[in-house]
Structures are given as C-alpha cells and as structure tokens.
C-alpha cells in the first residue's frame, strides 16, 4: 500500500504541473510516442491529422530515443504502470506479441482492422498480428538491401560464398560492411541467413525451438567465414548499422549489407560513393534459392490505457493512410506499407531500388513473434558474438539450448 | 538534570525525524520491497503469473555462469581501475599541494575530468579508441579495434574509470595531507629523514585512515560500475558487469523476480566489501575526518 499511495501523491503533483487540467476544457490530446524521427514527416503527419479531425482531437508527438531497446524499455516501463497518456504507438515490428500477451495494447476489430490492412503488404500486416487478431496499423516497413560498389564490382554476387569470394579478390578495398555488435542486430542478421537457408528460429506456434541443425549450422557456417575473413572490417565485434554506413561512406569498402536510409545519406554526405552505390538483393545462402530478409518497421499500435480508445484508432489510421505513407518516404526515407505507393513516380524517385525492395520485402520473414522475444533476441545475440568464435559444430546445440532457456525465461542471460 | 536530558534527548529525535523518515521512503523501502520481489517468480509482462517461489531465484542466479564471470569481471575491474587510482591520486594531491606557481589552475585543471558526466566521458573515449574515427590508434600507430576484445576492452574501461575518477581520490587525498602537521616532518627532516623516508614513515602512515576511506569510497563506488561498460561495450567481449546482468533481467527481459535477486546480492557484496575494510582493515569512520 506505501508504494500505491506515494506513487499516487507523485501522480497527482505530476497532473497538476502538466497538462492534465486542461483536457476539460480543450480537444482531447492524443499523445503518439514513437521514435524521434529527425526530418520532420512524423511532426507533419501528426498535424494533418489533427487538422482533418476538424478540432475533435490533437495528435502531439511523444519521441522516444532512436535507438529499438531503449524505445521498448521506456514502453514497457511506462505501460507496466498503466499509463493513460500513451494513445498511439509506433510499435517497432518485435514488440506486436509481447504488447498483446500483456494486454497493453487493444487489438483491432471490425471495420477499423479492415482498413488497417487494406492494401498493405502481406508481411507487414503479419509483422502487426499475433494469435490471429491484427494489433497494429501497418504504417511504415523496412529491410535490408546489398550495396556494392558500381566501379568495382560488375555485377552483384548471387550467394554469400560468391560475395565473399568476390570480395577477397579485391584484396584491400574489398570489406565486407555488416552488423556484428552484440545487440540486435545481430539477432536480425542471423535471422535473414537462418531463412535463406530454410530455417526458422521458433516452431509455427511460436511455443517450442526450430532451430533445425542443417539450416542453421549453415548460417553459423557464413557467420564465422565472413568474421575470420580478410574481408571483415576490424571493427565488425563493435559495428552497427551507422559504422557500417560510415564506413562505407568513406570510400574503402565494396559491399555493405544495410537499410535503405543509407541511399539519401549517401548522397547527402559523399556524393563520390553514391555515384558509384549500386544495390541488390541481400545475398542468398542456397544457390536458387532468393535470401528471405527480415523485416524492420513501424506499426501504429494502441495503448490499453488510454482515455480515448476510440479516437485513438482513429487517429492512428489516418496516420497509416497513403499521404503521410508518402510523406514518410519522400521525406523520412522510409518505405511504405501500401503496396500500390510502390508504383507511383514520386516514390520510385526517392526509392530507385523500389522494385528490389518490393520483391524482398513480400518474401520477408518475421522474426521470432513470441512475447517472449525480447529473451529470445538476447539469447542469440549474446551466444553468436563475436561471430568469429563461433563453432558451427559445436555451436548449434548451444543456440538451441540458450533459446530454449529463453522461452521458458529460465536464468540468467 | 534527568528531565532536561531526556527533553533534549526527544528533540533531538524530533530534529532527526525527517530525515530519518526520508531514508526509511528513500532507501529502507525499496531495498525491503526489493528482498521481497526477490522470492517470486514475477515478469511484469505477465502479473497474472506471479508466485512465491522462496529461494529459487536466487539458486538460479548463483548456479549461473553469468553470475560468476560478471563478478569477476566486476572485481577485475575495481581492483584494477582503484589500485591505479591511487596511486595517481597521491601523485596527483602531492602536486596540487606542493604546486608553487599556478596553484588554482593546477587543482582546477585535475578537477575537470571529475565534472564531465559519465556517460559522456565513457562516449567520448569509446571514440577515441575507435578504429575510424578515433585518435588513439593513430597515435600509437596501431590498427586494433580496442572494443572487440577481451583485454583491450578491458583496459579502456578502466583508462576511463581512472581518468575519470583519479581526480576524487586526488581530492580526498589532498584533504588528508593537510593533516600532517608541518613541524612533524621538519622534525624528521633535522633527524637526517630523507623526501623519501619522510613520505613513507611520517606523511604515509598519518594519512592511513583517510587513504582507508578513500578507498573505501572508490570501491564501492567502483564495484557498481554501470555506465562505462554499458556504453562502451555493454557488456559485450565478456565485459559484462554485476550491475549490467542485472539491468538486462531487471530492465530489458522484466524479470522483477530474479533481476532482485541479482540487485540483493549485489547489496550482498557491497555489505560485504564494507565490512572489509572497516573490520579488516580497522577504520574508524568516526574518527578517521580528524585525522587522530
């Protein structure tokens, strides 16, 4: 009772000094926390819609820190606590299971699922669902693409052996940019190779181990090649998504696996390189066989506790609607959900690998959707770092059991 | 005189209370709320789950490897970052104390380290150490991604903590060497004591009980490093601290449950560090600030 009552006293003086006297007397505001996008797209968007509404609600954002754990972190925390200030939700893909498990977020029903997944992408709309219902709009989506330099590479290489191949040819300027850091993106690296092999992560209902040892040694396989190769940058144990395109930037490597904001970046900072920035679809791991990539994104979802649910869905669906989809991409760089955006002029300017990245993104695979996947992603991570000692023979078994550890959140990780 | 005493004895009390109330909210609370989340199996992800499940919790984490490499990370890197602490911290009061020109520029110039923010100071030598855009492999000539390895990683963490914090214990140091009265060591120094002698039997052993704190502080202090190694590594090449595991289980995987039991032992430890020092090493706290 003593922790009810402080929090409570603490509330209270928090209500005062905010905006909570006000929601009497003006339009109801919707807060939408999602991550603090810099160009502006998500600000704009926000006040369209406010304006459509004709002053029956306010959508006023709420940024949280770009980076995806210390979003969740801050989620989580906030919505443990019943929190009725979180309306809307840019929910990173990862997220949709363990938000609905818990009950933090309401599920979309009727009419308003209808038009969430109207004309979406199949994989976005499967990356927002969970125990068949839909719990988020698809609002933006993203993926992985190969980079590779024009003026040293004729032609993109098909597989990861004939990309590494390739590169060590090359000799000195043949670097190999990839995500090595223990976090995670190296779970989302490991996931693309595991399905490009033919593996999964999760069985189907997401309740026991897949891991099957043929694909997933594979993967292990082109993990350690690629680390104990002289292609590897130095600094792949510590390197993100950002020193890859730093580094990329600067001239010297060949090949980077990366999201597509590193096209108008480029261009932006070392307009050099990207006249020479070729793209193509991520390698695959089996001749034939196109690479299955993992999809990255951003789904509109809505906070269990808010004082407006209605509005909320509202409010959330003309965030997804086509024009701030485009408005997103043309500003903010990031891809649409809206199948049919990928035909039109304007996109196809912003995204000149619109078509690459349509075809990966339909073939895109989910990343494991359990609630407990935030322990899954860690168990991962932190058993493949750093890839360069990783043991494929012996290192299957322990992936399997570290991941079986996670989903019965046993011990310590 | 009885009366008065004990009337004075309850306003003491009385101008006590508040303060002591704060800490019994502040501290007591949430270490006993803590102990007690510690005997359940509690995800906040799934209240509904939660049970009693006694010492379970704190079984798993002792039969952890997890557990036990982090401490001994945790151990390295205070034994290490201190030790060397120290002895740049006396180097560095016996400067600021002897400093005959520029005296205030010398003692504010070694303070600037301790007012840089952690996380900042941890940030900016992540980058100094970075292979592309830091300065330091360009310096000595090398090609090495520091941060990738074990060892490497290792001493950046604690080049940090000793940049960062030598100043403190340069502080406490220098208060400590004001205490050694003059007339002493010119005693000593008419007895034929050379620099070296004075400094080891007279200005040494009078400042014991504030070295001892000192370090007392810095151990502590230490023990529960965060910030360094979450920025700089978090806790990746094994670098993984005591504070680090249980941020992951507490924060990131939302095991109220067995994220406080690793908090409780982590009390456990500092307790004991304490005791240490306090019994093993006889200091008197009470007395210690008058330098005897």
Redesign the interface.
């Known amino acids: 009772m003593g922790r009810l009552s402080l929090s409570g006293v603490l509330v209270c003086a928090l209500a005062v000094l905010a905006s909570c006297g006000e929601q009497s007397t003006r339009q109801p505001r919707l807060h939408w926390y999602v991550f603090d996008e810099q160009s502006g797209a998500f600000q704009e968007a926000a006040r369209r819609c406010s304006v459509q509404s004709q002053g029956r609600y306010e959508i006023v954002l709420a940024p949280l820190p770009t980076d995806a754990d210390q979003q969740r972190e801050q989620l989580v925390r906030r919505l443990a606590a019943d929190d009725p200030d979180i309306a809307i939700i840019g929910m990173d893909v990862i997220w949709t299971a363990e938000l609905a498990a818990a009950g933090w977020i309401l599920p979309w029903e009727g009419e308003a699922a209808r038009q969430a997944r109207v004309g979406r992408l199949a994989s976005a709309v499967q990356s927002a669902s969970y125990d068949g219902r839909l719990w988020a709009a698809p609002f933006t989506t993203n993926t992985q693409l190969l980079w590779y330099r024009t003026d040293r590479v004729n032609k993109p290489p098909a597989t990861w052996d004939e990309m590494i191949a390739t590169a060590e040819g090359l000799g000195k300027v043949g670097t190999i940019e990839a995500q090595g850091e223990r976090y995670e993106g190296l779970t989302v690296f490991f996931v693309s190779l595991l399905a490009s092999a033919g593996g999964q992560v999760l069985s189907d209902d997401g309740r026991s181990v897949s891991l099957a040892p043929e694909p997933t040694h594979r993967a292990l396989e082109i993990m350690h090649r690629l680390a104990t190769s002289s292609v590897a940058d130095p600094g792949l144990a510590t390197a993100r998504e950002d020193q890859g395109r730093l580094a990329f930037e600067q001239g010297s490597p060949s090949f980077m696996l990366n999201y597509t904001y590193v096209w108008p970046s480029a261009h932006a900072d070392a307009p050099a390189v990207a006249a020479h920035m070729g793209w193509a679809r991520w390698p695959a791991v089996i001749p034939g066989r196109p690479s299955r990539v993992t999809l990255g994104g951003i789904n509109l979802g809505i906070g269990a506790y808010t004082r407006h649910p209605k509005l909320a869905f509202e409010a959330a669906l003309c965030l997804a609607s086509a024009p701030n989809q485009r408005l997103a991409a043309e500003r903010g760089g990031l891809p649409p959900t809206l199948r049919a955006l990928y035909d039109e002029p304007q996109i196809r300017r912003v995204f000149p690998f619109a078509e690459v990245l349509r075809e990966t993104l339909r073939d895109a695979v989910q990343r494991p959707q359990t609630p407990l996947y935030a322990d899954v992603s860690l168990a991962i991570s932190h058993t493949l770092h750093p890839m360069r000692a990783i043991d494929p023979d012996r290192d299957v078994a322990r992936l399997r059991a570290a991941v079986g550890r996670a989903l019965r959140s046993e011990g310590l990780l | 005189m009885r009366p008065r005493g004990s009337a004075e004895q309850r306003l003491a009390w009385l101008l006590c209370a508040p303060a002591v109330i704060a800490m019994l ?1 502040v501290t007591a ?1 949430p270490m006993l ?1 803590a102990l007690w989340l510690s005997l359940f199996r509690y ?4 209240p509904g789950e939660r049970h009693f499940v006694g010492l379970a919790n704190y079984a ?2 002792l ?2 490897e ?2 036990w490499r982090s401490l001994l990370n945790t151990l390295m890197i205070t034994v290490g970052s201190v030790a060397v602490e120290l002895v740049l911290g006396l180097v560095f009061a016996l400067v600021m104390q002897r400093a005959l020109v520029g005296r205030r520029v010398v003692r504010t110039g070694l303070l600037v380290p301790y007012g840089i923010i952690t996380v900042v100071a941890a940030m900016s030598w992540r980058f100094a150490f ?4 830091g300065f330091v492999n360009g310096l000595l000539g090398l ?3 520091w ?2 390895e074990r060892w490497s990683a290792f001493f950046v963490i604690i080049q940090t903590e000793v940049w960062k914090t030598t100043p403190f214990m340069a502080l406490l140091l220098l208060a400590g060497l004001t205490l050694v009265p003059e007339e002493l060591l010119r005693a000593a120094r008419v007895d034929g004591a050379g620099a070296v002698q004075r400094f080891f039997r007279i200005t040494l052993p009078l400042m014991r009980p504030v070295i001892l704190v000192a370090l007392l502080f810095r151990t502590l202090d230490a023990f529960r490093i965060f910030d360094t190694v979450y920025v700089q ?5 094994d670098t993984a601290t005591v504070s680090l ?1 249980g941020y ?2 507490l ?5 109220l449950g ?1 994220g406080s039991a ?1 908090s409780v032992l982590i009390f456990v430890c500092v307790v004991l560090i304490a005791a240490l020092y306090i019994k093993g090493f006889a200091l008197d706290l009470s007395t210690s600030g008058r330098g005897r």
Do not use: K
């Open positions: 909210a609370y709320y995800d906040l992800r799934f798993a984490v039969e952890s997890v557990w970075d292979p592309t855009t090609h090495g991604a941060l990738a590594t978090r806790g990746a090449q595991v992951d289980t924060i990131t995987r939302l095991n067995l690793v």
